[in-house]
């Protein structure tokens, strides 16, 4: 594993093209700067334990390996989306009383983020709990159908096999991709395409003083016809938002309808280029500076790299803020939110690796607290108690032990 480890990312500094080859020279020279940071730390922590003649938990020898999903060999692709369908083939642990529409595992998360997105989005909690957080890509990335710790535990156990999509890489035409392309080792297909839809139109959240953003239709709009999720329902939602009319109880009861997506370039080319990808990696010397580039300056109409993901995916459920985990390629986004500050971090430990910054309610309404690592987050049925703050944020630390490459 350790060979496998170093040579990896000795290799991986060598991947550019096209005309963006600068950009991407620069940015993939800099991620691999970061991830070799992270082994030699763990290497450094893994003979000082040794000294006091403990061992440790996660070394380069065990610990797992997280890889773009549009890289891997077919096989791989092919034995990740199994694991998906396994898992929304087991039956739900959230019980029917709390959430009438739940039907599998796949649910857990679902509910989580719709109790938790209003309370945890653009706050001190977004990037540690409730959209982008170790817990998150790790059950995202374990086989991407629910978020958090409470899926990590089950969905590692199950399938162990996690995941990112690097926007960039496919920012250009992601319909094209690997991902998206439809075939039996994708993620699915773009949506079947329905000409002349009108793309979406997102008001802003009640407080916000973000303008109304109109995103031109992608090359799909329909339900998805191809590939491992073809015959997928999606059960919970919409709760709202630009999804429109809220579905049955709330958006919490059975509301059967087919995967829908609307995957094309537009916001990926605005906002996860990979000029973009590079200033959010070096213009961001503190956590506020990266949550705010990520997410896109309160007020300015910038969705971020993080919306601008999600928008690529749109659909239903992947345009509603609330219940979006409902598409499993939801989680291979949020393995790349997650690979990005593990490595922002990486780039500045001493001051990143538990900085926070912001209060525990959306746009602070209503007032709260601010965030600490003493708070606790809460992972819903799958994973059991809440964990705190402070042993969530490090890959190698606390419950995990991974790398991305």
């Given at each position: 594993m350790k060979s496998f480890v170093l040579s990896a990312l000795a290799g991986f500094a060598c991947l550019t093209s096209g005309a963006r080859a600068d950009s991407a020279a620069d940015l993939t020279a800099l991620l691999a700067q970061a991830s070799n940071n992270v082994l030699a730390q763990l290497q450094a922590d893994e003979a000082a334990l040794a000294k006091r003649g403990i061992q440790a938990s996660c070394t380069i020898n065990n610990i797992?390996?997280?890889?773009?999903?549009g890289s891997l060999s077919p096989a791989q692709r092919k034995s990740y989306t199994d694991a998906v369908l396994c898992l929304q083939n087991k039956t739900a642990l959230t019980p029917t009383s709390l959430v009438p529409g739940v039907r599998s595992r796949q649910h857990i998360r679902i509910r989580l983020s719709?109790?938790?997105?209003v309370e945890r989005s653009s706050d001190g909690t977004e990037i540690t709990s409730g959209n982008m957080s170790k817990l998150s890509?790790?059950?995202?990335a374990t086989q991407v159908t629910n978020q958090f710790v409470?899926?990590?535990?089950?969905?590692?156990?199950?399938?162990?096999?996690?995941?990112?999509?690097d926007w960039s890489k496919w920012a250009n035409a992601p319909q094209d991709s690997p991902i998206f392309d439809g075939s039996a080792y994708s993620m699915g297909d773009r949506g079947e395409y329905i000409p002349g839809h009108p793309g979406l139109t997102l008001a802003p959240p009640a407080g916000s003083s973000n303008p109304t953003i109109y995103l031109p239709p992608g090359y799909?709009?329909?339900c998805v016809q191809t590939g491992p999720f073809s015959n997928m329902t999606v059960n919970l939602g919409p709760i709202g938002l630009s999804t429109g009319v809220p579905g049955p109880d709330g958006g919490f009861g059975y509301n059967p309808r087919c995967l829908k997506r609307d995957v094309g370039p537009y916001p990926s080319q605005k906002w996860c280029n990979y000029t973009r990808i590079f200033e959010l990696m070096i213009d961001t010397p503190t956590i506020f500076d990266f949550q705010n580039n990520l997410e896109g300056p309160p007020g300015s109409g910038d969705l971020g790299p993080h919306g601008g993901g999600h928008f690529t995916i749109a659909g239903d459920p992947g345009a509603d803020i609330f219940t979006?985990?409902?598409d499993p390629a939801f989680y291979l986004h949020h393995g790349q939110v997650d690979r990005l500050w593990t490595l922002w971090q990486a780039l500045d430990p001493v001051n990143r690796q538990y900085a926070l910054s912001g209060t525990n309610t959306m746009l602070n309404s209503p007032p709260s607290a601010n965030t600490t690592l003493e708070d606790y987050i809460n992972v819903g049925y799958a994973a059991g108690s809440p964990i705190q703050m402070k042993n969530v944020m490090s890959t190698v630390q606390g419950p995990f032990c991974y790398i991305y490459i």
């Open positions: 797992a390996i997280r890889q773009e999903f719709s109790s938790t997105t890509a790790t059950s995202a409470s899926l990590q535990t089950s969905l590692q156990i199950e399938a162990n096999y996690p995941q990112y999509w799909g709009g329909g979006s985990p409902g």
